[in-house]
């Protein structure tokens, strides 16, 4: 039977922290809180060292019919309880392969790339809803291992869980692990044209098609000819999708 010290190895346990990683905190919570104030996404910081969740935010999307103490008190309890078996299985493996990955990377590039993946969560109700859940570093100890990290979880837009993709916070990388192949592999960045950013950018706003044509002064089959080129580049098939893509892969 599986428990949580199936989340935790050598490379991502952290055993010493020291009073000067102490003193990085400096209340750097409050700044956490007031962030998960002002998004409609469910944010929660992982302690390593604790091994469990430090803060839980109070957007209902994480909690499954929890109470925020409850799910800090949990910690990674809480997936044994509400990710389905075979998704747990998946972010098992994720959490290996993303810190190996990390480890290679050298020590003062590790809070500069963040990590993206999907997987079931049940609901209050018992229903599986597909999250999409990034994970950034925020704070290394001494040693340079991952401390904390912040995870921001939303809807997702894909169609399936995995998905898993490493990217660089300045866009300049991005990787992708294939879960058959079980290697991670480097993406070519994708390079809109001004115009797709343009209709991208529209759409983010809630502006319809007729209406982006007119904000552009171009005809409403222009705007659908982009946008066809736009999914074709970033592989999706809706306009959610392309700016869920172009906002996680910073291309706009």
């Known amino acids: 039977m599986k428990d949580i010290n199936a989340f935790f190895s050598s490379k ?6 020291t009073e000067a990683d102490t003193k990085k905190l400096a209340n750097y919570l409050e700044a956490i809180k007031a962030f998960a ?3 409609n996404k469910s944010v929660y910081v ?3 060292e604790k ?3 430090e803060y839980v935010s109070d957007n209902p999307l994480f909690l499954s019919g929890y109470s925020t103490q409850e799910v800090e008190e ?3 309890e809480f997936f044994f309880k509400q990710v389905p078996e075979k998704d747990l299985d998946l972010l098992l493996k994720i959490n290996t392969v993303g810190f190996d990955f990390y480890d290679k ?3 003062q590039d590790r809070k500069e790339y963040t990590i993206s993946y999907d997987f079931h969560l049940k609901t ?3 229903k599986a809803i597909l999250i999409h859940q990034k994970l950034t570093p925020i704070f290394l100890n001494e040693t340079g291992k991952i401390w904390k990290a912040i995870c921001i979880v939303s809807l997702s837009s894909q169609q399936k869980s ?4 490493i990217y660089k916070n300045d866009g300049s990388e991005v990787f992708q692990y294939d879960l058959q192949g079980d290697f991670w592999k480097s993406l070519q960045k994708v390079e809109l044209s001004d115009r797709e950013k343009e209709i991208l950018q529209h759409s983010i706003q809630g502006y319809s098609i007729n209406e982006i044509a007119e904000q552009l002064f171009i005809s409403p089959d222009t705007v659908k000819f982009h946008r066809k080129k736009l999914f074709e580049k970033l592989d999706v098939a809706n306009i959610s999708e392309a700016i869920s893509h172009a906002t996680a892969n910073k291309l706009i």
Do not use: S
């Not at 991502?12 to 922290?17: A, G, Y």
């Not at 995995?162 to 993709?165: K, L, P, W």
């Open 51 to 53: 091994k469990g969740f």
């Open 46 to 48: 992982i302690d390593y």
């Open 12 to 17: 991502n346990t952290v055993k010493q922290v």
């Open 105 to 107: 990377l050298p020590i």
């Open 124 to 126: 209050e109700k018992g």
């Open 37 to 39: 104030r002002t998004t």
């Open 162 to 165: 995995g998905n898993v993709t």
């Open 74 to 76: 949990m910690g990674y």
